[in-house]
């Protein structure tokens, strides 16, 4: 049995120690390489884990018919590709809305780019790695204080900064072309940004 062949059967039994070592192995040249498409290396960092956390627990239902490594750079390679997709479709979007005639008195289209936006907001926090995004979640929706939080997650306030510091530069970044309007609606929710 080839190295390649170990630790693709090791990944499908669910041998931790084998997901450790294929971690260990490339994680940072992933991050690196990752870097490339997203300029911005926390970002990087957040889409390899993401992979990582995918391959773990859809780890019975993938077929690895490569190499473990060039499965990975796959995986990075089209995670990014589909987000620079997304990000085209939602720039045409706003491109198109921008040269439409806007009439303030069409209620229901008012209220359909507010429930648009809502959804934008929403898939944007539902990216963020789980503890941030319940860090984010109870100082934004359940106005708890730093301090409070803190308490609550049994963590220190100086993590729950860093966190919170993380949160906003992600949402900043993927919610720029949409921040004049969450100005006007959401001032709440952008204080802080």
């Known amino acids: ?22 971690y260990r192995l ?18 990087a960092k957040e889409v390899v884990q993401s992979i990582f956390f995918n391959l773990w627990i859809k780890r ?19 995670y990014c ?15 198109r809305k921008a040269n439409f005639p806007r009439q303030h008195s069409e209620n229901g289209e008012l209220k359909m780019e507010e429930d648009e936006l809502r959804k ?21 929706f ?3 204080k730093y301090a409070q939080i803190a308490e609550h997650l049994t963590i220190s306030v ?10 906003l530069q992600y949402l900043r970044k993927v919610l720029k072309e949409y921040m004049p309007v969450i100005l006007v609606h959401w001032a709440w929710f952008v204080s802080g940004f």
Not at 82 to 91: A, S, V
Not at 128 to 134: A, D, I, M, Q, W
Not at 158 to 167: H, I, L, P, R, Y
């Open 1 to 22: 049995m080839d190295d390649q062949q170990r630790l693709r059967n090791g990944l499908r039994k669910g041998d931790k120690k084998i997901f450790e070592e294929v």
């Open 26 to 43: 490339y994680y940072s040249p992933l991050c690196f390489y990752c870097l490339r498409y997203v300029g911005d290396m926390e970002e």
């Open 60 to 78: 019975n239902e993938i077929e690895i018919s490569t190499s473990v490594k060039s499965y990975l750079y796959k995986a990075v390679q089209n």
């Open 81 to 95: 590709l589909n987000q620079f997709q997304q990000e085209k479709i939602k720039q045409k979007y706003m491109i």
């Open 120 to 140: 934008v907001i929403k898939s944007a926090i539902l990216k963020l790695p789980e503890k941030r995004r319940e860090i984010f979640e109870l100082s934004r």
């Open 142 to 144: 359940e106005n708890m």
């Open 158 to 167: 100086k993590t729950v900064e860093a966190q919170m510091s993380k949160s």
